[in-house]
């Protein structure tokens, strides 16, 4: 069965606790994404992945770390400088069409709770 | 930087009524464009997007966009709208050159009242 798997479904932070986010594919996708959503402000990039051991910085990627050591895996770690992690985290990974462009899917998220 | 806007954020409709959700964006060059839905409790999925070509695309359960250059605008349509289409709602850009990742609205609810 293809897709996206992230875990776990509900995530509980204590304070100064670093936690790990997991994305898997099995979809042979190159590229892979981790979002942000908050109510009200749709979703923001917080880093990407075109090719295994590289990534980028997406638009709020302090306080967040990833890896890319296989093409299969993208683990996001949220740290304790995220002074505000509380939100649903969407990983997504894509491939290139023919035409060029270039379409995203996403797993079903992690909803990540600060005790 | 890029930037995406969606004027209605939380629109009531009666089942049948038409449906019209507004989407602009900023960048100047070549995009692609998305719209993708999250129906209550379940993944983000993609419902119909634009690379080139034809500027009137159709995507899934009877929905459609229209892609307008000169207005940087890519508004999504329903004619007859049912409950089942109560969703979030999200338009999505990604430029044509630069960095390869979406940048998204901030989404439009829907609800659709039977």
């Known amino acids: 069965d293809g897709g996206i798997t992230q875990s776990p479904k509900y995530l509980f932070r204590k304070e100064g606790q670093n936690v790990t986010l997991s994305c898997e594919q099995n979809?042979?996708?190159?590229?892979m994404y981790w979002y942000r959503q908050d109510p009200g402000q749709g979703l923001r990039l917080i880093y990407y992945?075109?090719?295994?051991?590289?990534?980028q910085k997406g638009d709020i990627a302090e306080g967040y770390s990833v890896s890319r050591e296989k093409k299969e895996s993208f683990p996001l770690t949220v740290t304790s400088a995220q002074k505000n992690p509380t939100a649903f985290y969407l990983c997504?990974?894509?491939?290139?069409?023919?035409?060029?462009?270039?379409?995203?899917?996403f797993g079903p998220g992690t909803r990540l709770l600060v005790l | 930087a890029q930037s995406v806007s969606q004027h209605n954020h939380h629109v009531i409709l009666s089942e049948a009524a038409s449906l019209e959700l507004g989407c602009n964006y900023s960048?100047?060059?070549?995009?692609?464009l998305f719209w993708y839905v999250q129906y209550p409790g379940q993944h983000l999925q993609l419902l119909l997007k634009?690379?080139?070509?034809?500027?009137l695309v159709k995507g899934i359960k009877g929905f459609e966009a229209e892609f307008i250059k000169s207005k940087f605008s890519f508004n999504l349509r329903k004619p007859s709208v049912q409950w089942s289409d109560t969703a979030e709602y999200f338009c999505?850009?990604?430029?044509?050159?630069?960095?390869?990742?979406?940048?998204f609205g901030s989404g439009t609810r829907l609800q659709v009242q039977p």
């Open positions: 992945s075109q090719i295994v051991n590289d990534f």
């Open positions: 997504a990974s894509s491939t290139h069409s023919p035409s060029g462009g270039q379409t995203q899917y």
């Open positions: 979809l042979n996708h190159d590229a």
């Open positions: 999505a850009v990604i430029q044509g050159t630069g960095r390869r990742a979406l940048t």
């Open positions: 634009y690379f080139s070509g034809d500027p």
């Open positions: 960048y100047g060059g070549t995009v692609n």
